[in-house]
């Protein structure tokens, strides 16, 4: 039942020291068996709390605020999209050695979405897009719009900020990827003429690991974390993990994606592939395959 990680500056993180801050804080549940959910996420270790939630306990320092952020955004954002999203239950606080704020959340029944499933489906391409066309038009109105839109923790990073990182990791991986290629899709990105449009809201991780099935369908959305303002073009990341060569099309086309928000979507993926593989793929086969996937569906276009 134990999963534990440490490292650097990292907490030790366990199903007793989750036993712990649970039945210390939240008492109602003491009562509640706890498991740990395999494989977690880069940004928290998770357990699965009896039968309806879930614990949330941030890996590092990264993701500091993620549980605030979501206990105040989705609720207003639920109601308003057409898949499930987390509903957050409460937000715990520091003890036992443990240093940040963490989160409980309702459970959401599924098995993550995977390009083998989905990857050839229409319908899924459009439901995606649905979900983002949604998610885009969400506009909370009075002092918590305004108050939004001034909150820092809302406000997306520009694709300019990952240039060094992202020219250095196409070095490193020279041998691997094309880096001519890769070269090509990051200056046409950061070349795309910039939104010209207010800000939309956008997921920030929008990708196949946060996507969930039920029946072979898509049917809920998780890990909000990275939720914000800004460029929609960050979320078109799902069309380089998930869809197919076939299907990128029907997304794009049910999104209304311009060529030059589909250019700048090309280069957020080609980044956060580029990034996860140069931390992961030496100790995880799973990420490397699929970020090898994304940033040769980036590299394609």
């Known amino acids: 039942m134990a999963q534990a990680t440490t490292g650097g500056d990292r907490p030790a993180i366990d199903a007793a020291l989750a036993r712990r801050l649970v039945d210390d804080q939240f008492p109602r549940w003491a009562g509640l068996p706890l498991e740990p959910v395999l494989p977690g996420g880069s940004d928290h270790v998770i357990f699965r709390l009896g039968g309806e939630l879930t614990v949330r306990l941030p890996r590092h320092e990264e993701a500091v605020g993620q549980a605030a952020k979501e206990y105040e955004w989705l609720p207003?954002?639920?109601p308003h999209v057409p898949l499930a999203v987390p509903v957050p239950v409460a937000v715990g606080e520091p003890a036992f050695g443990y240093p940040w704020p963490w989160a409980l959340s309702r459970w959401l029944d599924g098995e993550p979405a995977t390009p083998g499933g989905l990857g050839e489906s229409a319908g899924a391409a459009e439901t995606l897009a649905g979900f983002l066309t949604a998610l885009q038009r969400f506009a909370p109105v009075g002092p918590a719009g305004a108050a939004a839109l001034r909150?820092?923790?809302?406000?997306?990073?520009?694709?300019?900020?990952r240039d060094d990182a992202t020219r250095a990791a196409?070095?490193?991986?020279?041998?691997?990827?094309?880096p001519a290629a890769m070269t090509a899709v990051w200056d046409a990105a950061l070349a795309a003429p910039a939104r010209r449009h207010p800000p939309v809201w956008f997921h920030g991780d929008f990708h196949t690991g946060n996507l969930l099935t039920?029946?072979?369908?898509?049917?809920?959305?998780?890990?909000?974390?990275s939720l914000g303002l800004g460029d929609p073009a960050r979320d078109l990341l799902v069309a380089f993990t998930l869809l197919s060569p076939r299907t990128r099309p029907v997304f794009r086309?049910?999104?209304?994606?311009?060529d030059t928000t589909w250019t700048r979507g090309r280069g957020w993926a080609l980044a956060t592939g580029l990034n996860a593989y140069r931390h992961y793929a030496a100790v995880n086969p799973r990420v490397a395959a699929q970020t090898s996937r994304?940033?040769?569906?980036a590299i394609a276009g």
């Open 294 to 297: 994304q940033i040769a569906a």
């Open 76 to 78: 207003r954002l639920a």
């Open 214 to 225: 039920r029946g072979g369908r898509l049917s809920a959305v998780i890990d909000f974390g």
């Open 253 to 258: 086309a049910a999104l209304g994606t311009d």
């Open 151 to 161: 909150d820092p923790a809302l406000a997306g990073d520009p694709l300019a900020g």
């Open 170 to 178: 196409i070095a490193a991986t020279a041998g691997v990827f094309d």
